[in-house]
């Protein structure tokens, strides 16, 4: 049952009492990323498993395997935007892959990641931190301005921009760049 945290007090009744002498021929499989809105009478009895995000390398080499298997030119720049964009999950990469693979006539380049996807330039992230850095209010404005007029939404660019900042942060602290998703 996907999503099974938005059960109502009804249904969790029922279930318990499936649960509470189920049919041997059944598993139950409760998907849930809100665990705290279950029912403890559900909870204790159930075998847990908590999935975590998969590393951005592990996703970005499994992605890259599978055009060079698959024999598809592409560019490591895109590789790295789709790792970025599935946030851990391989079966979000590999259906962005996909939607890549289709919109580039079979080939996968950034540009038309960024284009696929939908995707503020990383260009736009860099200039903003330097303009905020500079303290250049004007050229922050315009960069705003930039970002809603070509359609972005404005949370998702905050979004990256603090993410650009955090890797950033990342590099000076450790002077490891491949701790950067």
């Keep these: 049952i996907d999503e099974v945290h938005m059960l109502s007090t009804a249904a969790f009744n029922a279930l318990l009492k499936t649960l509470e002498e189920p049919p041997p021929h059944v598993v139950f499989i409760f998907a849930t990323t809100e665990i705290h809105k279950i029912p403890l009478t559900i909870v204790s009895r159930c075998q847990r498993f908590d999935f ?38 391989l079966r979000d990469a590999q259906s962005l892959l996909e939607q890549c693979v289709a919109f580039g006539g079979g080939e996968v380049t950034e540009a038309h990641a960024i284009e696929a996807l939908g995707l503020m330039d990383r ?17 922050c404005l315009n960069i705003v301005e930039k970002i809603h007029g070509f359609g972005y939404d404005l949370k998702r660019g905050c979004a990256d921009l603090l993410e650009n900042f955090r890797d950033l942060a990342v590099v ?7 701790t950067l998703n």
């Excluded at 592990?58 to 298997?69: A, F, H, P, S, W």
């Excluded at 260009?123 to 050229?139: N, Q, S």
């Excluded at 000076?172 to 491949?178: A, E, H, L, M």
């Design 123 to 139: 260009t736009i992230v860099y200039d903003m931190a330097e303009a905020l850095l500079e303290k250049d209010g004007a050229r």
């Design 52 to 89: 975590k995000r998969i590393p951005f390398k592990e996703i970005y080499d499994r992605l890259r395997k599978i055009v060079t298997e698959e024999g598809i030119r592409f560019e490591d720049a895109a590789l790295y935007t789709l790792s970025r964009e599935a946030d851990g999950s």
């Design 172 to 178: 000076k602290v450790t002077q490891d760049s491949s």
